[in-house]
């Protein structure tokens, strides 16, 4: 009997060692009783999906529904992943109102236990794990349409549901809310390289819950600007922005006499994105880069279903 559970430790033993391996000692509790308490929920300090800078809709309300389908690869020292993506966008009033609602249906990565302790991710690095993402609603109102001296302008509200969650440190598990005011203008040319050129840009304001029993929410101010080229059916975008948290997390701990903690929430993104477009099908390829707290290469390639808005 004792020589069985001598054997029997001796096999345990690695995998004990390696559960164990990891020093929490200088974790930074953020308050709660569930291994997420010691996770910072802003940006910088989640994964690629978590709290993403919206899409541009360049101030236009579009005529069709769309049904998108794609693959997102993100990568960082010590961190992999790959999601899939599933859009649907519902006209309700052509060039009026519309409603998008997507989501990434999984997501699956790799994330080593450097990074994790880095982050203060409870669990341990179990290799490749695949997990369900948020799905997210937005709802888009053309408040003036463009006219030849006059800008178009649009408003969009967004809600994040709370499907994806926070054991692995990828999503927040928590709400969040973002409502901006966009403005865009077209400018067309009969010859040259280039048919039209439109400049856009939005402002607005982004918030969500924190894990913090003292203060329960992180916001602060949207910005992004926009390009667009065309050339027929082939299009080019540049889109510069992100938003500014007022750090919570970094407030209360410099307010208890500390300074530890930096706000991470102040993401700051450069996306540029080729698209063809085609009488039903569009086809894109993205590219998206962080300059502050998005520490992520991401590639997208997606694509598009075009069809009839049906007016019930």
Same mark, same amino acid.
Not at 290 to 308: A, C, E, V
């Given at each position: 009997?004792?020589?069985?559970?001598?054997?029997?430790? @001796?096999? !345990?033993?690695p995998l004990i060692a390696?559960?164990?391996?990891?020093d929490?000692?200088?974790?930074?509790?953020?308050?709660?009783?569930?291994?997420?308490?010691?996770?910072q929920i802003a940006?910088?300090?989640l994964?690629?999906? $978590?709290?993403?800078?919206?899409?541009?809709?360049y101030?236009?309300?579009e005529?069709?529904?769309? /049904?998108?389908?794609? $693959?997102?690869?993100?990568f960082?020292?010590?961190?992999?992943?790959i999601?899939?993506?599933?859009?649907?966008?519902?006209?309700?009033?052509?060039?009026?109102a519309?409603?998008?609602?997507y989501?990434?249906p999984t997501?699956t990565f790799h994330? +080593?236990n450097?990074?994790?302790? &880095?982050?203060q991710?409870?669990s341990?690095d179990?290799?490749w +794990?695949?997990e369900?993402?948020?799905?997210?609603v937005t709802?888009?109102?053309?408040? !003036?349409k463009?006219?030849?001296?006059?800008p178009?302008?649009s408003?969009a509200?967004t809600?994040?549901t709370? +499907?994806?969650?926070?054991?692995?440190g990828?999503?927040?598990?928590? &709400?969040m809310?973002?409502?901006?005011?966009?403005?865009g203008?077209?400018?067309?040319?009969?010859?040259? /390289?280039?048919? &039209?050129?439109?400049?856009?840009?939005?402002?607005? @304001?982004?918030?969500?819950?924190?894990?913090?029993?003292?203060?329960?929410?992180?916001? *602060?101010?949207?910005?992004?600007?926009?390009?667009?080229?065309?050339?027929?059916?082939y299009?080019?975008?540049a &889109?510069?922005?992100?938003?500014?948290?007022?750090?919570?997390?970094?407030?209360?701990?410099?307010m208890?006499?500390?300074?530890q /903690?930096?706000g991470n929430?102040?993401?700051?993104? !450069?996306?540029?994105r080729?698209?063809?477009?085609?009488?039903?099908?569009?086809?894109?390829?993205?590219y998206?880069?962080?300059?502050?707290d998005?520490?992520?290469q991401?590639f997208?390639? *997606? /694509?598009?279903?075009?069809?009839?808005?049906?007016?019930?």
């Amino acid at each position: 009997m004792h020589t069985r559970i001598i054997l029997i430790l @001796f096999l !345990l033993f690695p995998l004990i060692a390696l559960s164990q391996n990891r020093d929490r000692s200088n974790w930074i509790d953020f308050g709660g009783d569930s291994p997420s308490k010691w996770l910072q929920i802003a940006p910088g300090k989640l994964g690629p999906n $978590a709290l993403p800078v919206p899409d541009m809709d360049y101030a236009c309300v579009e005529n069709e529904n769309k /049904i998108e389908l794609g $693959a997102h690869y993100h990568f960082m020292t010590g961190d992999t992943a790959i999601n899939s993506f599933a859009s649907f966008y519902w006209v309700i009033a052509p060039g009026r109102a519309a409603v998008r609602i997507y989501a990434n249906p999984t997501e699956t990565f790799h994330m +080593t236990n450097e990074v994790r302790d &880095e982050r203060q991710i409870n669990s341990d690095d179990a290799g490749w +794990t695949t997990e369900a993402g948020d799905l997210l609603v937005t709802t888009y109102i053309q408040v !003036l349409k463009e006219k030849k001296y006059i800008p178009g302008v649009s408003i969009a509200y967004t809600i994040k549901t709370t +499907t994806g969650g926070n054991l692995n440190g990828r999503y927040t598990d928590a &709400e969040m809310n973002n409502f901006y005011l966009a403005a865009g203008k077209s400018f067309h040319f009969d010859k040259g /390289i280039i048919d &039209e050129v439109r400049i856009a840009g939005l402002l607005g @304001f982004y918030v969500w819950q924190t894990n913090k029993v003292a203060m329960t929410q992180d916001e *602060g101010r949207l910005y992004e600007a926009g390009l667009q080229l065309r050339k027929k059916t082939y299009n080019l975008y540049a &889109e510069v922005g992100g938003y500014y948290g007022w750090d919570p997390y970094e407030y209360l701990d410099r307010m208890s006499g500390l300074d530890q /903690i930096q706000g991470n929430d102040d993401p700051l993104i !450069l996306r540029t994105r080729f698209e063809k477009t085609g009488k039903q099908f569009d086809f894109k390829l993205e590219y998206q880069t962080g300059f502050r707290d998005y520490h992520y290469q991401t590639f997208r390639l *997606g /694509i598009t279903y075009r069809f009839k808005a049906r007016i019930f």
